[in-house]
Nanobody, 122 residues
Framework: QVQLVESGGGLVQAGGSLRLSCAASGLTFSNFNLGWFRQAPGKEREFVAASRSIGGETFYGESVKGRATISRDNGKNTVYLQMNSLKPEDTAVYSC???????????????WGQGTQVTVSS
């Protein structure tokens, strides 16, 4: 049974930083592309960042480019999202996902975590 469990969310002031973690089990972690997505109330799910299983390629959504860094530790089966210079509009539930297709589209990911709330106060 595949499980993805996010942690590290919370309340932070604008301009602050957070590091989200997503621990995976039940899958061969190194074989999977990993993504972070977020969804704010009343809004559609938004792509944040992705890490490719092969070659170390990463890419980012336009709204977080330059402020977010995705990284992975295949030895710990964990993917991280470092978010800096946080803005109130970054407030959302952040979820990690794992999939075999390299994509920024959430529908192409196979497994999802439950999400962790990030709230940025102004």
């Amino acid at each position: 049974q595949v499980q993805l469990v996010e942690s590290g969310g919370g309340l932070v002031q604008a301009g602050g930083s957070l590091r989200l973690s997503c621990a995976a089990s039940g899958l061969t972690f190194s074989n999977f592309n990993l993504g972070w997505f977020r969804q704010a109330p009343g809004k559609e799910r938004e792509f944040v960042a992705a890490s490719r299983s092969i070659g170390g390629e990463t890419f980012y959504g336009e709204s977080v480019k330059g402020r977010a860094t995705i990284s992975r530790d295949n030895g710990k089966n964990t993917v991280y999202l470092q978010m800096n210079s946080l803005k109130p509009e970054d407030t959302a539930v952040y979820s990690c996902a794992a999939g075999t297709i390299w994509s920024r589209s959430g529908v192409l990911y196979d497994y999802w975590g439950q999400g962790t709330q990030v709230t940025v106060s102004s």
